[in-house]
């Protein structure tokens, strides 16, 4: 099983839908979680951190199940500039770093 | 301030060549990375310095080496690369490990 999986995509959506993301980890012991995103030829930048009690930023919800060790990222009312790769990212290793997932491009049409 | 600058952007090098990459941060990070990121592909973990001390090298070839003269710069040497390493090279910082990493511009390299 891979450390991290992930939908495979691409997801193509119209402007206003709301669209969902989920990850898989195999690592019980994983401590920390996140979403980043990364545009086309850009760096990954981080979405958000992803806490137990779930959270949402804006248009944005992530939460964590840990006993499915599961993670998704709900997109609300989607903007053509959602339109992006998305990186499902967990971390606490034995080595201390992050495992990325291999990642699902959305595109967002209007 | 959350940024990371890395230089140059672009690097053309032939296979005899040698150069460098340069990252640097100024959050108080105390964990750096490099990362080889191709395209359509996740990036893929180089390697880690922890407070100042290389602690991961993940089977990186000798062609690569790492160095990180102090807490807030890190550099990448390259030797005699291969085609095949042309790539987008990442560079990334955290306060510490398995913390949130922010990642620095890259420096796009071809190799020809």
């Known amino acids: 099983r891979k450390e991290v999986e992930q939908d495979p995509g691409p997801f193509n959506v119209p402007e206003g839908a709301t669209v969902a993301f989920n990850c898989t980890y195999s690592?019980?012991?994983?401590?920390?979680f996140f979403w980043y995103r990364q545009d086309c030829r850009k760096e990954p930048k981080l979405l958000m951190s992803?806490?137990?009690s779930g959270n949402e930023d804006g248009r944005f919800t992530a939460q964590l199940n840990r006993a499915s060790q599961y993670i998704s990222l709900l997109i609300r009312d989607s903007k053509l500039s959602d339109s992006a790769t998305y990186l499902c990212v967990v971390g606490g290793g034995s080595q201390g770093n992050l495992i990325f997932g291999k990642g699902t491009k959305l595109s967002v049409k209007p | 301030d959350t940024e990371v600058t890395q230089t140059p952007k672009h690097l053309v090098m032939g296979m005899t060549n040698k150069k460098s990459l340069k990252c640097e941060q100024h959050?108080?990070?105390?964990?750096m990375y490099w990362y080889k990121q191709k395209a359509k592909k996740p990036p893929e973990l180089m390697f880690v310095?922890?407070?100042?001390?290389?602690?991961i090298n993940e089977s990186v070839p000798s062609r690569f080496s790492p160095e990180c003269p102090n807490s807030s710069l890190l550099n990448l040497h390259l030797h005699a690369l291969q085609p095949e390493d042309s790539a987008l090279y990442l560079c990334a910082s955290s306060p510490r490990d398995n913390y949130e990493q922010y990642f620095g511009p890259g420096t796009r390299l071809t190799v020809t």
């Open positions: 310095y922890s407070y100042e001390k290389l602690s």
């Open positions: 959050m108080g990070h105390r964990a």
């Open positions: 690592n019980s012991a994983s401590q920390s």
């Open positions: 992803v806490y137990s």
